[in-house]
């Protein structure tokens, strides 16, 4: 007998740590959802990714300006040796040569530091465009995050009306073994019962899927878990003063300005196909002959400067001028476009967030008067003093309240952070917490 308990002692030891996925699942604070968000995001790396071209770009951009040195070598075998009528060696057996040359070419409009100086906007506005993903990427992850914490909402209010009803059918059944109700009272207890049980199952699917979605977002490997964290909360300032902020701080308007900005340049940077180029070289070689011609140099230096100026070239030069006038704007228009639409974004992010203070101010009272009501009617319903009715009208009341109290209350929170990124504030502050 000793050897059976020690047994199922053994195997109970054994199944403890297996439990539903859901109980292994690592739990995630908002801000610890930033962080591996940001960290594991594959949108985030082909950002960072477009910053390193962009550096790479200003490196070739340098390289132009730097002269080029090249070394170079070769051999030679003739046919034969060849001599003038007068005995004069004119061709020899074999000979080689080798050197080393430096080359430099330049515009004289300057178009080459025109071009150095559009590379620096290049990576300014890639990096810039760097901080906009993140930005996207933190309210994804809220969003994501938030649906948890709903679903999970879900759940429990799931549970608690399945724990209502199951004492609610427990009740009319009493009563029915009393006398005091008829069997329509247990029928329609039961009836309500079932569907608190499928409510229930659908609220834990919600739970599974929207875990999944968070691992997702996240980068890992699911499921996870929330954990619930403090909101953010306080007055809610005037749409001129966010506005005011938006367009100081947003990191894809800062992006648009330094567009415009490269793309002006770029004007003047076709332009500069009008200008003529230089182009100046320097060599050093040195030569062998087996046997050596009569003008034979076995070593010379020489420095050569040239003047290239383009008359005609099919229209080409004037097609690049006007495509990029036609570019700076575009750029300008972009521009222009999105301050017209960070505007409404700001003014609709703070209605938003001020609708959303007021309903929840109103689900919460309505929260309260449905859950005493619910505490009153099943209390009358013991007592004889109200029908059955009367208690499932209180316990969907309750439910409704309690759901709307949940989405209200997440969706208060969701405003919040979506008017900190219409005014970017919120990369910095998750960059500041971190």
Wanted: hydrophobic content about 40%; proline content about 3%.
């Amino acid at each position: 007998m000793r050897r059976i308990v020690l047994a199922c002692m053994l195997l109970t030891a054994f199944l403890l740590p297996v439990g539903p996925l859901s109980a292994l699942a690592d739990d995630y604070s908002l801000d610890e959802a930033f962080r591996t968000a940001l960290r594991n995001s594959e949108k985030i790396r082909l950002s960072e990714e477009n910053v390193v071209i962009a550096e790479t770009t200003r490196q070739k951009a340098w390289a132009v300006l730097i002269p080029k040195l090249t070394a170079y070598g070769g051999q030679t075998w003739y046919s034969g040796k060849k001599t003038t009528s007068t005995g004069t060696l004119i061709q020899p057996d074999e000979g080689n040569s080798w050197g080393v040359r430096a080359d430099q070419a330049f515009s004289l409009s300057g178009r080459e530091f025109t071009a150095l100086s559009i590379s620096g906007d290049n990576i300014d506005k890639s990096r810039k465009d760097l901080d906009a993903a993140r930005d996207e990427m933190l309210l994804q992850t809220a969003y994501a995050y938030f649906d948890v914490l709903k679903a999970g909402k879900s759940l429990e209010i799931a549970d608690a009306n399945l724990e209502r009803l199951a004492k609610y059918r427990h009740l009319a059944e009493r009563r029915l073994r009393l006398g005091e109700v008829t069997k329509t009272a247990l029928l329609r207890a039961e009836g309500e019962l079932s569907g608190a049980r499928a409510d229930r199952i659908r609220a834990e699917n919600g739970v599974n899927l929207t875990r999944a979605v968070l691992a997702r977002v996240l980068g890992v490997k699911g499921p996870v878990g929330v954990k619930e964290s403090a909101g953010k909360s306080g007055e809610i300032p005037p749409v001129d003063d966010l506005l005011r902020k938006a367009l100081e701080q947003r990191p894809d308007l800062r992006a648009l300005e330094i567009q415009k900005a490269a793309a002006d340049k770029q004007v003047w940077f076709a332009r500069g196909g009008y200008w003529p180029s230089v182009a100046v070289s320097g060599v050093y070689q040195k030569n062998y002959q087996d046997p050596a011609t009569a003008s034979f140099l076995n070593e010379n230096a020489y420095a050569t400067v040239s003047l290239t100026f383009p008359f005609f070239e099919g229209g080409l030069r004037v097609a690049e001028v006007k495509e990029a006038m036609a570019r700076s704007r575009q750029a300008e228009l972009a521009l222009d476009d999105f301050k017209k639409t960070l505007g409404v974004e700001v003014e609709g992010a703070r209605l938003e967030l001020v609708t959303q203070k007021g309903v929840l101010k109103f689900q919460q009272d309505q929260a309260a008067f449905a859950r005493d009501n619910f505490q009153a009617v099943s209390r009358q319903f013991e007592f004889g003093l109200a029908s059955s009715l009367d208690v499932i009208d209180a316990n969907t009341l309750l439910v409704t309240s309690e759901q709307k109290l949940a989405e209200a209350s997440i969706n208060y929170q969701v405003s919040w952070l979506r008017m900190m990124r219409v005014t970017g504030d919120l990369l910095p502050s998750v960059i500041a917490k971190q």
